[in-house]
C-alpha cells in the first residue's frame, strides 16, 4: 500500500501503524507491518494488512 502527502508517523509497531495525512489519520491494522519511506511526501506500508481505516480530523489540529 502506498500513502502519499502525509504528514507524519503517528504510531508504528508490527501490528499496528497510525499515520497522519492532510485528509486525517490512517490506522492499518496486521501483522508483519514496515514502512519504506519512498520520497517525502509517499510511504509504503508492506506486510499481511487486515484492515485500513480513515479517521477524520479538523483543520484546528494541525
Do not use: C, H
Not at 37 to 55: F, N
Amino acid at each position: 500500500m502506498i500513502i502519499e502527502n502525509y504528514k507524519g508517523i503517528l504510531d508504528y509497531e508490527d501490528f499496528y501503524i497510525r499515520i497522519k495525512t492532510f485528509i486525517g489519520i490512517i490506522n492499518i491494522n496486521g501483522f508483519n507491518l514496515r514502512l519504506n519511506q519512498l520520497t517525502d511526501e509517499a510511504i509504503s506500508v508492506t506486510g499481511k494488512i487486515e484492515s485500513v481505516e480513515l479517521e477524520s480530523t479538523t483543520d484546528e489540529e494541525d
